[in-house]
């Protein structure tokens, strides 16, 4: 009995000590994973919005576009018309090329990337969401040419200025000539037939591009059957400037609401056939900063790790300590008591031997 007890009893402490070793495994694991988690956000920085009024009311603002229409590109006009009702001369900034409108394999990827960075699509969205992709994947795939099929549809894309002030970019039916109080679409040349302003955005934007903005309208796609349907985009755009540590830049943001109908004449529906990009600015201008973390912060976090970590461990160091005391005490305690009844039992018996000789003699 005391060689198995003495046996338990080792048994116990090792078992016991590799639970401490065990213990001291994690708290370091702890500590090592909590730190690097710190570092890693630490090397990180921050986006700090900030808000001023916008000074800058001479200037010129730039307008990004790249949108295709299920026309011809001789059946369309694009042209940008101010407050004023001046048509805005776009020259050759602004290109009309015949085009595909049914995506390939490489533009619906894109475009499924875009929407899925974007998130669920939304009537409105929100400037409070900067949303950025690498600028490698912002780049917008080509079409693929098809040899026995001609051109079904047409690429409105380009980079041109226009006056801060509000104004609309459309495009509609029949190319347009101008007169002295704006220009006037000569769309009574072309089939009725053949009008359906289906459309998709790869692209539209205010201002210098930032490489891998993401903007609301990107990658949009609006489908009808109806040769009477006007598409109607509400736009407010906010200057903003970018300050981060690749660049600094003078851009827009916008956000939006859009409405579309069927054009009936006869019953009140009025309007003119096609997409209208109805833009106003906004007075406020946004800062858009990017900060790093001071490095005191992070000093201040891993002292507080390691300091909250060690006690901790202590806390359990001293609980397994006082657990492994507990039960090596028990089992000694049993050791004895058991040696002291082997021994009485040893006595009980060499007494009786004694009496039952006596007996004898």
Not at 335 to 344: G, I, V
């Amino acid at each position: 009995w005391m060689s198995c007890s003495l046996v338990l009893g080792v048994w116990m402490v090792v078992r016991c000590g590799a639970v401490l070793a065990a213990v001291s495994i994690i708290i370091f694991t702890c500590i090592a994973v909590l730190v690097m988690g710190e570092i890693c956000q630490y090397r990180a920085s921050d986006l700090r919005y900030q808000y001023s009024v916008d000074s800058d009311t001479d200037g010129k603002l730039q307008i990004n576009v790249d949108v295709t229409v299920t026309m011809t590109c001789g059946s369309i006009g694009a042209d940008v018309l101010d407050a004023a009702g001046s048509a805005i001369p776009t020259g050759d900034d602004l290109k009309l090329t015949p085009a595909y409108f049914e995506m390939s394999t490489a533009q619906r990827e894109w475009r499924e990337r875009m929407l899925k960075l974007k998130g669920v699509k939304m009537d409105y969205q929100s400037l409070n969401t900067l949303v950025t992709d690498t600028p490698a994947n912002r780049v917008i795939p080509e079409s693929q040419i098809v040899d026995d099929k001609q051109p079904d549809a047409c690429r409105v894309h380009g980079s041109f200025l226009v006056n801060k002030v509000e104004g609309n970019f459309h495009m509609t039916v029949g190319k347009s000539i101008p007169h002295f109080r704006g220009h006037t679409h000569l769309s009574a040349f072309v089939d009725e037939k053949s009008i359906n302003f289906s459309h998709r955005i790869d692209k539209l934007s205010f201002g210098p591009e930032v490489p891998g903005l993401i903007n609301p309208l990107d990658g949009e796609l609006a489908i009808t059957e109806n040769n009477y349907y006007i598409y109607q985009y509400f736009i407010q755009i906010v200057p903003t400037e970018f300050n981060t540590r690749r660049q600094s830049v003078n851009t827009s943001q916008f956000s939006y609401t859009n409405q579309q109908r069927v054009l009936n004449h006869a019953g009140g529906s009025h309007g003119v056939v096609g997409i209208f990009f109805k833009y106003d600015l906004s007075p406020v201008k946004v800062h858009i900063l990017e900060v790093d973390h001071p490095f005191v912060s992070l000093l201040v976090k891993l002292c507080g790790i390691i300091g909250g970590i060690f006690a901790t461990s202590g806390v359990l160091h001293s609980a397994v300590t006082a657990v492994v005391s507990v039960i090596r005490s028990k089992s000694s305690g049993e050791s004895l008591s058991e040696e002291e009844l082997l021994k009485a039992k040893t006595a009980a018996l060499d007494a009786r031997a004694e009496s039952s000789n006596g007996m004898h003699r």
